[in-house]
């Protein structure tokens, strides 16, 4: 009878560090999922400001460079189901339409219509926000605000 006492004593011990074990791995995962996430957002908004000020203060070749990097990045984070979409939406809407301007002061109009017309896409997708941005002009308009904002913010 003692045994049985003794029996049920430790396997319920084993039972209960078993699953506190199990729920502080669950808990620390979840705590490192939000580190990440943290991480990644940080690591996007120091992209998004340095393609700009390249966009802003640096040749255009320079600027595009800067660019198409930021949207490559922008791509990693898609790639792992970073979970703030309408963030990366106009991320990368407005890059592509920053490109767009880029490769006009260039003189590449075949780049220039590329990366516009993916812009309208993508302002298209984001919802009703954007839903009136049909044109390169309104695109202009949209980005020439962001700008504005992103310059006051300096």
Do not use: C
């Not at 991480?39 to 640096?58: C, D, G, I, R, V």
């Not at 198409?68 to 189901?81: A, C, K, M, V």
């Not at 949209?142 to 904002?149: G, L, Q, R």
């Amino acid at each position: 009878m003692k045994m049985k006492i003794v029996f049920a004593a430790l396997s319920s011990a084993i039972v209960a560090m078993v699953v506190t074990g199990l729920a502080s791995y669950v808990y620390h995962g979840k705590v490192f999922a939000e580190i990440l996430l943290l991480q990644k957002t940080l690591e996007l908004h120091q992209s998004e400001e340095k393609s700009f000020e390249a966009y802003e203060n640096e040749q255009p070749e320079i600027g595009v460079w800067a660019l198409e990097n930021h949207l490559e990045f922008i791509q990693e984070l898609d790639d792992i189901d970073y979970p703030k979409e309408k963030e990366l939406q106009l991320n990368s809407m407005l890059t592509h339409a920053r490109l767009g301007r880029l490769w006009s002061k260039l003189g590449d109009t075949e780049k220039e219509s590329r990366e516009v017309q993916e812009s309208l896409r993508i302002a298209e997708a984001i919802g009703p926000m954007f839903r009136n941005v049909r044109s390169k002009e309104a695109l202009w308009e949209i980005v020439d605000k962001f700008d504005a904002s992103m310059n006051a913010n300096d």
